[in-house]
């Protein structure tokens, strides 16, 4: 009987599953791949006599974790024996075997051919997120001392190089070598853990889009440093990158997105590479020895040595210090003691150019183009100075220094700062003095060179002998500047006759983009599929890096326009004088707060200042406090007050959604009065309003009956966040009627909303009959500048007077005043209330034309210059993939529009107030444009 006979015979006989079977390549263990007629396939492994029974038993376990694990990737599962065994012995013509049968994971192998960086950002995240459902993982036999492969044993392996061919013999000893004296010593102090430990071609199984899907073969598990998982994967899939430094720094940005690698660990992360590498070919030749049949054990061979070769080439600092830029740490840590050195005084230089007249040629960090570089025509940014000095000038040591480079043109002293760090400094364009050679010790000031006769002279700082190695480098690619800026810091402190200010270095949107991952937390969005790089402002419209206008819709902030000049004079103007703290009198905070005062109704009296919407909020809910002596609030569903850990509390647009912890104890959720989408939308008007005051009376019994009481309700009078819903007539009365009833205060929200924008009022809660206790402000009060302010009555804030003071740093600054009056100012001269109004109206007027023949848009609602469109499914369900696509079409054209709501389905329009009937007119042709592609798109 042939072997898959025998395999497709066992299969149904131990397990039950009917199938065909077919052989699979392997390195030790017997793999067929087993098809039954319902179409399931599964893989049948057959394990050698001598297999621990533990070590498979690992295996199991871990691939049962993963699959109980948030894991984004698919990974085999354990098919039980017909006896509910995870494996059984069976018979085998050459011997007993163990079994197990596992089930088959579509997708096809890694393909390195087509494999971008990108896409290594990507396998390398889902590596990340495998250690990371791995972490706490435990076993008896995870530590896999049998195991050749493991990383931890490289000096067993190194055992063998003999085996391997004098081509590659010398860096595979090299790569040993190395890895015994600096890596193994390091091993111990990395975080351990159960990792895959075999990350290759045939192990990641990608789509068509070579996107991993699934990971499998689980036979090198072992308890090793968890990067161990990034290095072996470097070493496999980054083999067609030319600088493999490229590649293992792609997936290191991936992984530590989802596991965030330590420095020791990126450290060695370069080396460990390289070890691997050397195992692999190492390996390869001793196993092809013992089994010169199995060509399997030579299938990634080729490229394994080519990566070794290249790896082998590599700078190992500056790959270390690569990898560090690439995650967001400073490249050369180094760097930090020689800026400090400079900084705290202890470094004090004595001029290098005592005698010479010395003319800046170039900035530190200037953009140098290729006829200013004649000799290499290389073009960048500057990581040097450049300054011309007459011919002969001598130059002097501007500190201690030992000589370490003296030929023609070029002298180099290494230095040392007060805590013992090596700094070096480069001169380009000199001729050393006579009798200098590296180790030549120089006092400070001692003559060591003079100017060639081309009168040039360049000069630059190195943090690190690698940066020295690999010699005068300058100018660098403008996409590294930070990593090279590290490396070699303005030299401007050796010669303190330059022009101390450095160029600033403008960066491209890709280099932005990865700056901003390196830096910042992910927790913090970026709009559009591809984001745009903003550089300027005016009126309504904003412009990218590359010129291109855009009509803004989004931006609520900047009220009276983009960079207003009447406002920017104002903060120029009172910058330039004075700015302080509200500790001393001054005029313009207090005009600030009577011309706001003016624009509210009795009896809102008094304000403070404070510096954003959050605060403004959580200012409110003391005042409420202290007002009441009551601590519980009621909101509306999907509001949002603020980023607070207080204002987060009252933000069921935020507790409720992802990420968040659920509503607090104290917050009590109110229906929010959604006549188009709300659940009693088909009741006649009056009635919804009703339902809707009802919600608010049933949670302030629910409150009553627990023997709570409330502070404070917190409302938007036009709903922004939850998708732009206006209140209806009557609501905002009746919930105030029965809140005040029960004794809490009306907190509205003005945020958003405030200012002028509902058009027909400057507040939107005078477009109910409510008089709230407390006003909040903040958007649109700076126009930009961080203002924003609180409104109350007297009696409330009597009842703040507790004797504890409220201080503000920046509240109420003489400079935010201005700016605030500025604003005020503005919207009053150029009529930007009643703009909103007209322009809202035509928008309002131009949309519901546009509902009547386009079924995609449910709802227009609207309240002078703040409109949401609500997008809808035939079937009423919300369209959220097509708000998602009419808002990236909409900037495709040049217009700019976001998105919003509990569905993520309502367009919100909020644009600066200064937007005209032009821009409206032009939206809509946009608008009705993006429409119909998205129709077509979706039908
Ligand atoms: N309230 C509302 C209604 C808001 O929309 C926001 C901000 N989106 C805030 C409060 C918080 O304001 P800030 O971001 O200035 O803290």
Not at 162 to 183: I, N, P, S, T
Not at 187 to 202: K, S
């Amino acid at each position: 009987m042939s072997l898959t006979r025998v395999a497709e015979s066992l299969v149904q006989d131990t397990f039950g599953v009917p199938g065909k079977a077919r052989q699979l390549d392997g390195e030790v263990d017997l793999n067929f791949r087993v098809d039954t007629p319902q179409g399931q396939s599964y893989v049948l492994k057959l394990h050698g006599p001598d297999t621990d029974d533990q070590v498979l038993d690992l295996q199991n376990r871990v691939m049962e974790h993963l699959a109980h694990t948030e894991l984004d990737l698919q990974v085999p599962r354990v098919v039980p024996t017909l006896d509910g065994q995870a494996m059984a012995t069976v018979d085998w013509p050459a011997g007993p075997r163990r079994a197990r049968l596992l089930t088959w994971l579509d997708g096809r192998p890694w393909d390195s051919s087509c494999a971008d960086e990108s896409g290594l950002e990507l396998l390398g995240a889902k590596l990340g997120g495998l250690n990371r459902a791995l972490a706490e993982f435990t076993h008896p036999a995870q530590n896999r001392e049998d195991l050749l492969w493991r990383m931890t044993a490289a000096d067993d392996v190194a055992q063998l190089t003999d085996e391997v061919d004098r081509e590659l013999r010398g860096l595979v000893v090299k790569a040993f070598e190395d890895h015994d004296r600096l890596v193994a010593p390091v091993l111990g102090r990395l975080p351990w853990q159960v990792v895959h430990h075999d990350a290759n071609e045939n192990n990641i199984l990608v789509d068509a889009e070579n996107r991993p899907v699934a990971v499998i073969d689980f036979g090198d598990l072992a308890l090793v440093p968890r990067v161990v998982e990034l290095a072996v994967a470097s070493a496999y899939l980054g083999v067609s990158f030319a600088d493999p430094v490229d590649a293992v720094a792609a997936l290191a940005r991936g992984y530590d997105r989802e596991q965030p690698l330590t420095t020791e660990e990126l450290g060695v992360l370069v080396d460990l590479v390289r070890t691997r590498l050397a195992m692999s070919v190492t390996l390869a030749a001793h196993q092809g020895r013992m089994n010169p049949d199995n060509l399997y054990l030579q299938t990634s061979q080729k490229g394994v040595r080519a990566a070794l070769e290249r790896l082998s080439r590599v700078d190992r600092d500056l790959a270390r210090q690569r990898l560090r830029y690439e995650l967001g740490y400073e490249a050369e840590p180094a760097a930090r003691s020689v800026r400090g050195y400079f900084a705290s005084g202890a470094g004090r230089p004595a001029p290098a150019l005592p005698g010479g007249e010395v003319q800046d040629l170039y900035e530190y960090g200037a953009q140098r183009s290729r006829e200013e570089r004649e000799d290499d025509g290389a073009v960048g940014h500057a990581v040097s100075r450049g300054v011309r000095v007459m011919a002969g000038t001598s130059v002097h040591a501007p500190l201690e220094a030992e000589v370490r480079t003296a030929c023609n043109g070029l002298v180099q002293l290494a230095h040392l700062t007060d805590d013992g760090v090596e700094f070096y400094s480069s001169w380009r364009g000199v001729e050393p003095a006579a009798g200098l050679e590296p180790g030549t010790r120089l006092k400070t000031g001692d003559e060591f060179a003079q100017l060639t006769a081309a009168g040039i002279l360049e000069i630059q700082l190195a943090t690190h002998p690698a940066a020295v190695r690999d010699g005068f480098r300058s100018p660098v690619d403008p996409a590294q500047f930070d990593l090279w800026r590290s490396l070699h810091p303005d030299p401007w402190p050796l010669v303190p006759q330059l022009d101390p200010r450095a160029a600033r270095v403008e960066r491209e949107p890709t280099a932005l983009l990865q700056r901003r991952h390196a830096h910042f937390s992910r927790a913090m969005s970026i709009s559009y599929d591809e984001p745009l790089t903003i550089v300027r402002g005016r009126g309504a419209r904003l412009y990218d890096h590359s010129g291109r206008a855009y009509l803004d819709l989004v931006n609520n902030v900047c009220h009276v326009g983009h960079s207003h000049p009447r406002v920017v004079e104002a903060a120029h103007r009172q910058a330039l004088t004075l700015n302080t703290n509200m500790r001393y009198l001054h005029d313009s905070v207090v005009e600030y707060s009577h011309r706001l005062l003016e624009l509210f109704p009795d009896p809102l009296r008094v304000c403070f200042i404070v510096n954003s919407g959050s605060e403004a909020n959580d200012l409110a809910l003391r005042l409420a406090h202290a007002h009441t002596q009551a601590s519980d609030a009621l909101v509306l569903d999907h509001a949002y007050h603020g980023n607070s850990p207080t204002q987060i509390g009252l933000s069921p647009y935020k507790f409720n959604r992802a990420g968040g912890a659920g509503c607090p104890e104290t917050t009590w959720v109110c229906d929010l009065p959604d006549l188009f989408r709300g659940p009693h939308r088909d009741l006649p008007l009056s009635e919804q309003v009703t339902r809707y005051v009802d919600s608010v009376a049933c949670r302030l019994d629910e409150l009553r009956r627990l023997n709570r009481r409330p502070a404070a309700f917190f409302v938007e009078p036009l709903q922004s966040c939850g998708g732009q819903v206006i209140l209806p007539p009557g609501y905002l009365h009746g919930a105030a009627e029965r809140v005040r009833a029960a004794g809490a205060l009306v907190v509205a929200d003005e945020v958003q909303v405030g200012l002028g924008r509902v058009g027909s009022h400057a507040w939107g809660f005078e477009l109910s009959e409510v008089v709230p206790d407390i006003v909040t402000m903040g958007k649109p009060l700076g126009n930009g500048h961080p203002l924003a302010a609180v409104v109350t009555t007297p009696e409330v804030a009597r009842s703040f007077e507790t004797g504890m003071e409220w201080f503000n740093t920046f509240g109420g600054n003489p400079v935010s005043a201005e700016v605030g009056l500025a604003v005020l100012d503005v919207l009053r001269d150029e009529r930007l209330q009643a703009n909103a109004r007209d322009v809202g109206a035509r928008m309002l007027g131009g949309l519901s034309e546009l509902a009547s023949s386009h079924p995609l848009i449910g709802d227009v609602r609207g309240a002078g210059l703040f409109v949401g469109i609500e997008l809808s499914h035939p079937d009423s369900t919300p369209a959220t993939q097509e708000a998602k696509l009419l808002k990236e079409a909409a900037k495709q054209r040049g217009v700019l529009l976001s998105t919003d709501g509990p569905h993520e389905n309502v367009l919100k329009i909020k644009p600066p107030m200064v937007v005209n009937d032009h821009d409206c007119d032009e939206f809509l042709q946009v608008f009705a444009a993006a429409l119909e592609e998205i129709e077509a798109l979706c039908c």
